[in-house]
């Protein structure tokens, strides 16, 4: 499941290009509610080849997220009713074949469930809004954990993993820039926690970008250029001795 692309979190996608031929061809849908990511081209220090990730929209609707070269995921294919997105569907290889399916349910505009079916095994994460501002997920199904998310203006700044009697067993802990995400304008997406967990960092749910991410002993950082609008548009990753550099078009 984790081949070389997966492990650096990194995975690229197909360019579309859509050429009207004469007048009664139907206009490109283009965003109105703000920048959003058309494609980020990768680059690895290891040596891997450069891998692109295009995003499709309706409006500022994400629609797809096409993947090339089409090495294990190779598509994420997106649904929403109304403003909220309500599935995603994971393919994988040339011939997109069926690899994951997540729904996402709501509860007074807020995430309340998501089940997620892997090769006919199931998990179900469920979340609880904290008094505190926190949000707690617990995890069953196909693997059991619990975990406690910590805020700050948009972002998971921490998150707790528990055992089963509520005590922290590890944290991860991360630091943002005061400027826009990449996919910030993306509707719905700020509602979902740890999409990034279910389609890696190709989308991302945090206001700002990641500076530094913390694991335990694993630490990444993060540096940037920006557009004259505070948005990315060159990232550098570095983990360890291994960078990935992605260049962003809007």
């Known amino acids: 499941m984790k081949n070389f692309i997966m492990k650096a979190f990194v995975i690229a996608s197909v ?11 139907p206009l490109p849908i283009v ?18 080849p450069t891998s692109t990730v295009t995003y499709t929209y309706d409006g500022n609707k994400i629609k797809e997220i096409n993947i090339n070269p089409q090495v294990d995921v190779s598509k994420g294919k997106f649904t929403y009713t109304g403003d909220n997105i309500t599935k995603l ?36 994460r ?5 008094t505190d501002g926190t949000v707690t997920e617990v995890t069953t199904g196909a693997y059991n954990s619990n975990k406690k998310y910590t805020l700050s203006s948009g972002n998971i700044a921490k998150t707790e993993y528990l055992d089963n009697n509520g005590n922290v067993v590890s944290t991860d802990t ?33 206001a700002n970008n990641r500076l530094t991410y913390n694991q335990g002993t694993m630490n990444t950082t993060y540096t940037y250029e920006y557009n004259s609008e505070g948005y990315p548009t060159k990232r550098v ?3 360890g001795t291994n960078t990935t550099t992605s260049v962003i078009t809007y």
């Open 15 to 25: 360019t579309s290009v859509i050429s009207c031929t004469n007048d009664n061809d």
């Open 174 to 206: 991360a630091t943002f820039d005061a400027k826009n995400n990449i996919h910030k304008n993306i509707t719905g997406l700020s509602k979902i926690f740890n999409l990034e967990g279910l389609f890696w960092d190709l989308i991302q749910a945090d």
């Open 89 to 124: 569907e994971v393919f994988s290889g040339p011939n997109f074949t069926p690899y994951t399916v997540s729904t996402f349910e709501y509860a007074n505009d807020k995430l309340s469930k998501v089940t997620s079916i892997y090769n006919s095994n199931t998990t179900v």
């Open 31 to 48: 965003p109105t509610g703000g920048l959003v990511p058309k494609t980020i081209e990768r680059s690895y220090s290891q040596g891997w």
């Open 126 to 130: 469920n979340y609880t809004y904290n």
């Open 237 to 239: 990753e570095t983990k």
